[in-house]
């Protein structure tokens, strides 16, 4: 399951961008998808979820902010009302598994190769 990240790039502060995150040739009805960011000299930490079944589930710093989705088989992360703080290297995760509510967890089976987003002030 090839994960591939598109939407990044420069954006000033209050703007919006869209990720995406697709695996061509494979359906991602199956697995819980994350989304998880790196930001410089520190450690990664998890965004949001998305179970198979449509659970959702966000860190408390982008609730009301990002929004996780589904289109056409690709992961969308929504990000409106960006904040420097939300500069980072943006990487989707997938687990395969069906659970009736998503958790923001490490634990993932694959990962894609991250899409740097970068909101200036």
């Known amino acids: 399951l090839g994960l591939v990240e598109s939407g990044g790039g420069l954006v000033q502060t209050g703007g919006s961008l869209r990720l995406s995150c697709k695996a061509p040739g494979y359906s991602l009805g199956y697995y819980t998808l994350r989304w998880f960011r790196q930001a410089p000299g520190k450690e990664r930490e998890g965004v949001a979820c998305l179970g198979a079944r449509g659970s959702t589930n966000y860190i408390d710093s982008v609730k009301d902010r990002f929004t996780i989705g589904r289109d056409n088989n690709s992961l969308i992360l929504q990000m409106n009302n960006l904040k420097p703080e939300d500069t980072a290297v943006y990487y989707c995760?997938?687990?395969?598994?069906?659970?009736?509510?998503?958790?923001?967890?490490?634990?993932?089976?694959?990962w894609g190769q991250g899409t740097q987003v970068t909101v200036s002030s």
């Open positions: 995760a997938a687990k395969s598994e069906i659970v009736n509510q998503c958790t923001i967890s490490d634990a993932n089976d694959f």
